[in-house]
């Protein structure tokens, strides 16, 4: 299985500053196809998930342009500029490359 | 709108079966690739099968931690896809989240708990 590694297990973020998050595969997520498959979620406390990112750097529909997600084949980061309140959650990688789809274990954002 | 919700969780002793069921709206659900994806008490999330469309001949995909205990099945005149659990285990204690795979995970319903203890 593909195992994502995320790091920092949490941030601590004042509001108007930025904050990275670090996701690393033990595989390639580049697909035959030219696609890296990378998505990033986050968790708002007491909500489901919800998709941010996807195929590594495409915004989903209503997502704020703060949020942008690069990277290489293996290595990938999450941005977010000018951290708002509303951003508080937790934070996960995830792939669809190859059964089973599996996540990162989640970076935990928090406000100063 | 899109609609997810899941119905049919509970405490249910380890070795015992359970049905989840997730009946959907908004979207065109015979088209749709479902998910169920699970979260520990840890926060971990965990993907545990898709079914894909009758196009692909609702082709199934299963975690190795379920397989052969836990189906996913779906009914496109109900817009619905369920999850049956069997010989049913304490680490399979989670929320229980109906998914639809559009561009990613797109779509999540608002999760059901499942407990296993005895």
């Known amino acids: 299985d593909i195992v994502l590694t995320q790091a920092p297990l949490s941030v601590s973020v004042t509001p108007g500053e930025s904050a990275s998050i670090s996701c690393r595969s033990s595989?390639?997520?580049?697909?035959?196809?030219?696609?890296?498959?990378l998505y990033w979620y986050l968790q708002r406390p007491g909500k489901s998930p919800q998709l941010l990112i996807y195929?590594?750097?495409n915004l989903a529909s209503g997502v704020p342009d703060r949020f942008s997600s690069s990277g290489s084949e293996t290595d990938f980061t999450l941005k977010i500029s000018k951290v708002e309140t509303e951003d508080v959650g937790v934070y996960y990688c995830?792939?669809?490359?190859?059964?089973?789809?599996?996540f990162g274990s989640g970076t935990k954002l928090e406000i100063k | 709108e899109v609609q997810l919700v899941e119905t049919g969780g509970g405490l249910v002793q380890p070795g015992k079966s359970l049905k989840l069921t997730c009946a959907t709206s908004?979207?065109?659900?015979?088209?749709?690739?479902m998910h169920w994806v699970r979260q520990s008490p840890e926060k971990q999330l965990e993907w545990v099968a898709q079914?894909?469309?009758?196009?692909?001949?609702?082709?199934?995909y299963y975690a190795e931690s379920v397989k052969g205990r836990f189906t996913i099945s779906r009914d496109d005149s109900k817009s619905s896809v369920y999850l049956q659990m069997n010989s049913l285990k304490e680490e399979d204690t989670a929320i229980y989240y109906c998914?639809?795979?559009?561009?990613?995970?797109?779509?999540w319903g608002q999760g059901v708990m499942v407990t296993v203890s005895s």
């Open positions: 908004g979207f065109t659900f015979s088209n749709a690739w």
């Open positions: 195929q590594m750097s």
């Open positions: 995830g792939h669809r490359l190859e059964y089973p789809l599996t």
């Open positions: 079914i894909k469309a009758k196009s692909n001949n609702y082709a199934t």
């Open positions: 595989k390639s997520l580049l697909s035959s196809k030219g696609i890296t498959s």
């Open positions: 998914t639809y795979w559009e561009l990613g995970l797109d779509y």
